[in-house]
């Protein structure tokens, strides 16, 4: 009896089990020597795991004080992930004997706690990419983990809370080269904290709140981002030194001025958008021409720029993008043929301007041109004719009015833009330019894949505006127009693939014939009741892609599209808004759900009610007949009874 009470809590221990087993946890997946146990609420490593592990993953788990016992005596690893869990303690000295540790992912921890603690983690003798970031330190807290890393050659201090790079931050980490300190605090950097890294080339300091680069001189560095930072002023040593930088984000900071870049630079990809620019004249900044031979791509987007002088551009001779959208430039003029003679893409989209000088000869390499969002009216008489290598041309959101092929120059009163004989052009956008017309061969002689018209209501379409397309024209493009009818001819354009025609005022399909081969229909948001049985039958053996939604069509009056979208491969992607109606006043159906009885049924009832009808009417005219008979005899007979 003594031992009851001893026995009593180990009783409802066994029925508490019985009734709610323990859970099992699930297995980690094993291949070959890597292991991966994330996410499986772990407070140490699995004990059954097999010897000779070189990859562990233990992401997402509940670990809190990392030990030798904690990852339960693997000391072989190669790569090692704990990131996403709750650690804030790490036994001093615990990697030491971890000889060959390449990968120590620690983030998305609580490190911040250990380094409160003025721990150091101990050497990290093989460890080459180490990642800490996520972890809440601050200025200062980093030296714990980085004091005594020989063979470190990245490292991660992405989303911490660091404030200040300090001159001995990097000095245990001298084989360093890429460190990420993105999305921290960073206000300063003092002289010399990265002089010991003779190693180093690639550079994160985006998303600080670094207000100045004065005397820059890391003329090793290949990469350097310092986008969205605060930056004021950006400017480099006058030393002549070679720099190796190639890649430079200066991306949304404060920058009133072009950047003092260094004289003898490599720099290939320079990224100014989203700053304060409102002029970018080199001299201005006493920098040698020479200093952008090497750009190949410029990015000013998004800044106050007015204009673009010509000698801005003088030895930009490898530069093959630029843009300039987003500003407020009224002139892009290109006179000279010695200038841009690499550039393959120019963006001057939404901008102000009103003229576009190109010489003859000029931008010859050019491919892809986006002018859309301007407010151009007239250009100089076959401004892109004279473009051999132009593919792409947006021109979109303007004021433009096309010429027919067969306009004569006028230099002095340029009233329209030709698009005849663009020997390369392939892609031509022409919608929201408020077009009242479309001439005679509009497009001839350019082997035009897509033309996009839309969205220029009242636009009437010569009937042969599109000849001379029919071997190239791929895309049509004629949404929101306002058509109620199609004048302009299609049954000649054999390459024509996908036609939108949506949102317009259509009540009947073009005339289209067998030779059509269109694949993508949008017929959405018209006016169409009656589909003709001519057109669907020329689409029929083509057709892969119909939108057909919002259109007041009739059932009964459309069988063939019916059993063409029930009887083939058709794709009606806004299906569930291609309704019909069976007469007037019934409630919509949707058109795959249409049978033959329901019309047939329809029509047996159409023929009742005519007879009905009609005998109706016989037995009103027999009765009146009848009447006007009996009416006439009685007449008769009162004629004779006197």
Not at 23 to 30: G, L, T
Not at 252 to 276: A, C, G, M, W, Y
Not at 292 to 314: A, C, I
Not at 455 to 465: A, I, R, V, Y
């Amino acid at each position: 009896m003594a031992a009851l009470p001893l026995l009593l809590p180990l009783l409802v221990g066994c029925v508490v089990a019985a009734v709610h087993p323990p859970r099992h946890r699930p297995p980690c997946h094993i291949v070959d020597t890597s292991v991966v146990c994330s996410d499986l609420s772990l407070t140490s490593t699995p004990a059954d795991l097999p010897p000779g592990v070189q990859a562990l993953d233990l992401s997402h788990n509940q670990l809190q004080n990392l030990s030798g016992d904690t990852l339960a005596g693997h000391t072989g690893l190669r790569h090692l992930d704990l990131h996403s869990n709750k650690i804030h303690f790490i036994q001093p000295g615990l990697f030491e004997a971890m000889h060959d540790l390449k990968v120590l992912d620690l983030s998305g921890n609580q490190l911040n706690v250990f380094a409160m603690a003025k721990i150091q983690i101990g050497t990290l003798a093989a460890v080459q990419s180490l990642d800490l970031s996520s972890n809440g330190l601050y200025t200062g807290m980093s030296d714990f983990f980085l004091a005594d890393s020989p063979s470190l050659v990245e490292v991660s201090l992405s989303s911490n809370s660091i404030t200040k790079i300090a001159k001995y931050t990097f000095s245990g980490a001298s084989s360093l080269r890429r460190i990420n300190l993105h999305n921290n605090v960073i206000l300063e950097i003092e002289d010399g904290a990265f002089d010991s890294l003779d190693g180093l080339s690639d550079l994160d300091l985006s998303r600080n709140s670094i207000a100045c680069i004065m005397d820059f001189n890391l003329s090793r560095l290949r990469s350097l981002n310092l986008s969205r930072n605060s930056l004021e002023l950006f400017q480099s040593t006058s030393s002549t030194e070679p720099y190796h930088l190639a890649f430079l984000d200066l991306s949304e900071n404060k920058l009133p001025h072009f950047p003092l870049l260094p004289t003898n630079n490599v720099i290939r990809h320079l990224d100014l958008s989203r700053n304060r620019l409102q002029s970018v004249d080199v001299a201005e900044t006493k920098m040698p021409e020479t200093v952008l031979k090497h750009l190949r791509h410029l990015d000013l987007s998004y800044n106050h720029l007015t204009g673009l002088p010509e000698s801005f551009f003088r030895t930009m001779t490898s530069l093959a993008v630029l843009n300039v959208s987003n500003n407020c430039v009224t002139l892009f003029s290109v006179t000279d043929k010695d200038l841009l003679p690499a550039a393959k893409t120019v963006n001057l989209s939404y901008n102000s301007l009103q003229r576009l000088a190109l010489s003859e000869g000029t931008l010859q390499a050019l491919e892809e041109l986006f002018l859309q969002g301007n407010d151009l009216r007239t250009l100089a008489h076959q401004t892109f004719q004279r473009l051999p290598s132009l593919n792409l041309l947006q021109l979109q959101e303007n004021n433009l009015r096309v010429c027919p092929s067969e306009t004569k120059p006028d230099q002095n009163h340029p009233s329209c833009v030709s698009f005849f004989s663009v020997p390369k052009l392939k892609f031509l956008y022409l919608s929201q330019n408020n077009l009242k017309s479309l001439p005679y061969r509009a497009f001839a002689d350019t082997p035009l894949s897509l033309l996009d018209l839309s969205l220029n209501p009242g636009m009437e379409m010569h009937q042969d505006s599109l000849a001379g397309l029919e071997h190239s024209l791929v895309q049509l493009l004629l949404r929101e127009n306002n058509i109620s009818h199609l004048s302009a001819d299609m049954s000649s354009l054999r390459s024509l693939k996908l036609v939108d025609l949506s949102t317009n005022h259509l009540t009947s399909l073009p005339a289209w014939n067998q030779g059509l081969s269109i694949e993508t229909l949008n017929l959405q948001n018209n006016s169409l009741v009656t589909l003709e049985r001519t057109a669907m039958a020329a689409l029929e053996h083509s057709l892969k892609t119909l939108y057909l939604g919002d259109n007041p069509l009739s059932c009964c009056g459309n069988l063939d599209l019916v059993r063409l979208l029930q009887h083939s491969a058709v794709v009606v992607p806004d299906i569930e808004a291609a309704t019909c109606v069976l007469h007037q006043g019934s409630d919509p159906v949707n058109i795959e759900k249409v049978t033959q009885e329901m019309c047939s049924g329809r029509k047996k009832a159409n023929y009742i009610i005519a007879i009905v009808v009609i005998v109706v009417l016989a037995a009103i005219a027999s009765g009146l007949l009848v009447k006007f008979c009996k009416s006439r005899r009685e007449k008769y007979v009162r004629r004779f009874s006197a």
